[in-house]
């Protein structure tokens, strides 16, 4: 048995429409949706705008009737559950600006208790000992006592996760928790979540457009289109047998398996290319960049590391370079044309 099959399903969706209104005035985002959410796994739910993955997330939430369908959180149906019962097993990390006032770090991850204590309950033995172990999981013991309006971006989105392990619930929900954060952020931010979802048994879902970091993160991906049904699996499931291309519509954009990116389909001819591996990769990157439009006859290329040295070959023509960027503006300069760049 595999171990996406093996972990305890905590939350399902069976048949699914979801929108806004009801009766008459109803409006279908998305329909014919069918899901299960596994403890000890990070999903992440992918799809261009529009689609509906916030209007998921809010049904989720029990924030929006669906408009049919049901939903299933620990076997019982969402609708018997009261508001306080689904921030027991449900936490969320929202898009929201966060505005914390003077709280303190500690402060801000101790509200990630009011679903057990109320809004004016004092916090417990216990309920100190959740918090405190949320803020050793996400590592930001060393800001506990900073004002929230002192630290980063990076560091809110860390504090943010840490309230949401405080409830202790069984699923945690993030509307695209990396959105404004830089490379390394986003990369340590999911991270994170995979650790988290693995360690303590969690039920992480992410809502994300970042699809590299999600490839090298998620167990499992959504994908969510247009006027289609929710399509689930792994990432590389998706990626071997082709369904990845879903989330590109369009056909000038494919899924590229060698690369592992996203890239613009080019029909163009390219030099033959002779170098090491990784030297073969980025030349081509480089080639479908900056000459996908060029009349550039057959032709080879040469790699020879430890000096670096490129060689370009056409017939009898033949030309050396020290960078890949020099031979890349040489075969510009040479093959450009009045309707090409320079």
């Excluded at 014919?32 to 596994?38: C, E, K, M, Q």
């Excluded at 403890?39 to 509906?52: D, H, R």
């Excluded at 209007?55 to 620990?74: A, C, N, R, S, V």
């Excluded at 801000?108 to 050793?136: C, F, M, N, Y």
């Amino acid at each position: 048995m595999s171990y996406f099959r093996a972990a305890m399903t905590i939350l399902k969706g069976s048949n699914l429409k979801i929108g806004y209104g009801s009766g008459l005035n109803a409006k279908a985002v998305a329909d014919g949706l069918n899901f299960s959410l596994g403890k000890g796994s990070l999903t992440c739910i992918l799809g261009p705008n529009g689609v509906g993955k916030s209007t998921l997330i809010k049904t989720i939430m029990g924030q929006m009737p669906p408009l049919d369908g049901e939903i299933f959180l620990d076997e019982k149906q969402l609708q018997s559950y009261s508001q306080q019962d689904i921030a027991k097993k449900i936490a969320v990390v929202l898009t929201d600006k966060v505005r914390g006032g003077n709280l303190s770090v500690y402060q801000l991850v101790s509200l990630g208790r009011i679903p057990h204590t109320g809004w004016l309950g004092s916090l417990s033995q216990r309920d100190q000992e959740a918090v405190e172990k949320a803020i050793s999981a996400t590592q930001i013991n060393y800001i506990r006592a900073l004002p929230i309006s002192e630290i980063s971006d990076g560091q809110l989105q860390k504090v943010m996760i840490a309230r949401a392990l405080a409830q202790e619930s069984d699923v945690i929900i993030l509307d695209e928790p990396t959105a404004h954060l830089d490379l390394v952020n986003r990369i340590e931010i999911m991270q994170m979540l995979r650790e988290l979802a693995h360690r303590e048994r969690k039920a992480v879902l992410v809502v994300t457009h970042d699809l590299e970091i999600a490839i090298q993160t998620a167990d499992i991906f959504w994908l969510m289109q247009c006027g289609s049904p929710l399509v689930s699996g792994s990432p590389e499931d998706m990626i071997l047998d082709g369904q990845i291309n879903l989330l590109f519509p369009n056909e000038r954009f494919q899924f590229d398996r060698k690369l592992g990116k996203v890239v613009a389909q080019e029909r163009q001819k390219m030099a033959e290319v002779f170098a090491p591996a990784e030297w073969k990769i980025w030349i081509e990157l480089a080639w479908k960049k900056h000459l996908g439009t060029f009349d550039i006859p057959d032709g080879e290329i040469h790699v020879q590391t430890n000096p670096t040295r490129l060689t370009w070959k056409e017939g009898t023509l033949s030309a050396e370079f020290d960078s890949l960027s020099g031979l890349i503006d040489y075969l510009k300069s040479t093959f450009s044309t009045d309707k090409h760049s320079p």
